[in-house]
Nanobody, 123 residues
Framework: QVQLVESGGGLVQAGGSLRLSCAAS????????IGWFRQAPGKEREGVSC????????YYADSVKGRFTISKDNANKTVYLQMNSLKPEDTAVYYC????????????????WGKGTLVTVSS
């Protein structure tokens, strides 16, 4: 069955870096867009980044542009989110999700979600 497992979260000081991993199984990563989302305490879930399999195109929320980079390794069925210059406002649980299509990146396109990994950025 389809599974997504996030890892790589942790506690980091402001200005530091983390790399999140999303290990996918039960489907071919080549054919579906994968998104990263986050939810901070008391806030709604928001889209952070996405990578389309249709053309390799990427999306970033304005709040993370220039700091975060999404990539994927189809052979190892893993999607990464490199997070640099982290800020306290990046503190959240980060989730990866699989799209129903090769190109859909918004929340309503996602049909499977991981359980999340916590990122805490101290000031």
């Amino acid at each position: 069955q389809v599974q997504l497992v996030e890892s790589g979260g942790g506690l980091v000081q402001a200005g530091g870096s983390l790399r999140l991993s999303c290990a996918a199984s039960g489907f071919a990563l080549d054919y579906y867009a994968i998104g990263w989302f986050r939810q901070a305490p008391g806030k709604e879930r928001e889209g952070v980044s996405c990578i389309r399999s249709s053309d390799g195109g990427t999306y970033y929320a304005d709040s993370v542009k220039g700091r975060f980079t999404i990539s994927k390794d189809n052979a190892n069925k893993t999607v990464y989110l490199q997070m640099n210059s982290l800020k306290p406002e990046d503190t959240a649980v980060y989730y990866c999700a699989k799209s129903r299509r090769a190109y859909g990146c918004s929340t309503n396109w996602m049909d499977y979600w991981g359980k999340g990994t916590l990122v805490t950025v101290s000031s």
